[in-house]
């Protein structure tokens, strides 16, 4: 069980403080050279059919993001379900993308160009996951 030190917060508080803890903060700049990474944001995202978001790279003036994650909350989703994060090499058309799998972080350096994939038609359910970004700075 774990020990609360402070007040309950929202399941995507409690995210972006466990992701704003020094030792997540010490792996995110162990793995992906987000040296200054100083604390997480958290937001809920659910991709029904006929979703997807378009190519973009997080760089966002003034938001300092150093990196982007997605931690997938879906169950046993299939690859033809679409809802994949692609990945794509700027100027070329090949891409590499990612079946969301339960319980597992993507975690990625900004700028890198990405995209989710439309989710078909005739899934049966959403595509869930916590998203959000490691920034450095000033918690606002």
């Not at 402070?6 to 040296?35: H, K, Q, W, Y």
């Not at 604390?39 to 997080?58: E, K, S, V």
């Not at 439309?118 to 970004?133: D, K």
Request: glycine letters at 10%; hydrophobic letters at 45%.
């Amino acid at each position: 069980m774990r020990k609360r030190t402070g007040a309950r917060g929202s399941v995507l508080d409690d995210f972006a403080r466990f992701l704003s803890d020094e030792p997540a903060l010490d792996f995110v700049r162990t793995v992906i050279g987000a040296g200054a990474a100083s604390y997480a944001d958290a937001q809920a995202t659910a991709y029904g059919p006929g979703h997807f978001l378009t190519a973009h790279d997080d760089d966002v003036a003034g938001k300092n993001r150093k990196a982007a994650y997605v931690m997938n909350l879906s169950c046993d989703w299939t690859a033809d379900w679409g809802g994949l994060l692609v990945f794509h090499a700027p100027g070329e058309a090949r891409a590499e993308a990612l079946v969301p799998s339960f319980n597992a972080l993507n975690l990625f350096a900004v700028p890198q160009l990405h995209s989710v994939s439309m989710v078909a038609p005739w899934v049966p359910r959403r595509r869930y996951s916590i998203t959000g970004w490691l920034r450095g700075g000033r918690k606002p």
